[in-house]
């Protein structure tokens, strides 16, 4: 396959399939940068090798061809180029969140693949995580009852963050770029869709990033009356263990399932156990891979990346508007 990547800013999950055996990668592979990129080319290296450079993403596109593209670009413009590889016939991509910052991005994508013939793919990587596999897996066996409750968590460290983070267009906002995970988590292990959503947020820590928010929140009237609370914040300490902490909370009628610290632990009438290694997913790059090759799968999918899109635009209206939002349906 040829496969090329757009952007420096993203995950790039695909990458370990530069490396991976028996997948057939064509030499040498493509990478555009799509702003202002801090060593995206050499990321891309590290498992290419020798890599074909491009100083814009629509070249890219029209020269090289990909029957396969990663996208990470600066986050407002992700949409722009999964729209403009749909309109030249590619079929198969994938992209870190968010995919589309604003609706008429997200209008444009849906309408690009409505036919089915082209698979999208968002790069959350909880679901390809063990400790949210096992939650998922037991929330879905029944072993906390019916889920009533979910509330997740994502905190990182602020960092060093690049300048266009305070602009709103690029950035998308925290909702788009760090909620994400949070609110996906909460779809993925309790299987619920989501209703209605209000939100909050605010920036009191990072003055300098105009519009960027250091902290959101956002509560959800999920499908059968049951309820979910997601919070996100740039608020993690320089001196935290790790960098990031991933947390989701889900109480049923019968149990409660927590994942917190990288492990998954079940409270039930049995007391408390961890049932982390219990799940044995595969890397992401092969569950993508496998996604993209038509393998049955509800892990990812066009489907679920179009709805999950929509749902975090619901989200950040809400906050900006101070209201209750219904979630496209």
């Not at 370990?16 to 995206?40: F, M, N, Q, T, Y």
């Not at 939100?199 to 519009?211: A, C, I, K």
């Not at 997601?230 to 947390?247: I, N």
């Amino acid at each position: 396959m040829r496969i090329a990547f757009i952007g420096g800013y993203g995950h790039h999950y695909l990458r370990p399939l530069l490396k991976e055996a028996g997948v057939e990668i064509e030499r040498p592979v493509a990478w555009a940068e799509s702003g202002a990129e801090d060593g995206g080319s050499s990321r891309i290296s590290e498992f290419a090798g020798d890599v074909k450079i491009y100083d814009d993403p629509i070249k890219l596109l029209d020269d090289y061809r990909p029957d396969v593209l990663s996208v990470g670009a600066i986050y407002g413009h992700n949409g722009k180029y999964i729209a403009e590889a749909l309109e030249r016939g590619v079929k198969q991509i994938v992209s870190d969140k968010p995919i589309a910052t604003t609706w008429e991005q997200l209008k444009r994508i849906g309408e690009l693949t409505r036919d089915g013939s082209a698979k999208l793919l968002t790069e959350f990587d909880f679901r390809s995580r063990k400790e949210f596999r096992a939650a998922r897996d037991a929330v879905r066996a029944g072993q906390i009852g019916r889920p009533v409750l979910a509330t997740a968590q994502k905190s990182y460290r602020f960092g060093q963050r690049p300048g266009w983070y305070s602009d709103r267009d690029l950035f998308g906002g925290l909702m788009l770029w760090v909620a994400s995970h949070a609110i996906d988590a909460i779809r993925f292990t309790t299987d619920l869709r989501f209703e209605r959503v209000a939100g909050r947020g605010g920036n009191l820590s990072q003055p300098g990033y105009g519009s960027m928010e250091d902290h959101c929140a956002a509560l959800f009237e999920l499908e059968g009356g049951a309820t979910g609370i997601v919070h996100a914040d740039y608020l993690r300490p320089p001196a935290a263990a790790t960098h990031g902490d991933d947390r989701i909370r889900v109480a049923g009628t019968q149990g409660v399932i927590e994942v917190r610290g990288g492990r998954c632990v079940l409270i039930g009438s049995g007391g408390e156990t961890d049932i982390t290694e219990a799940a044995h997913p595969q890397a992401i790059h092969l569950e993508l891979l496998a996604a993209l090759r038509g393998e049955a799968s509800d892990l990812y999918s066009t489907e679920l990346s179009l709805e999950l899109a929509a749902v975090l635009l619901c989200a950040r209206d809400a906050q900006d508007q101070k209201t209750w939002i219904e979630c496209a349906k």
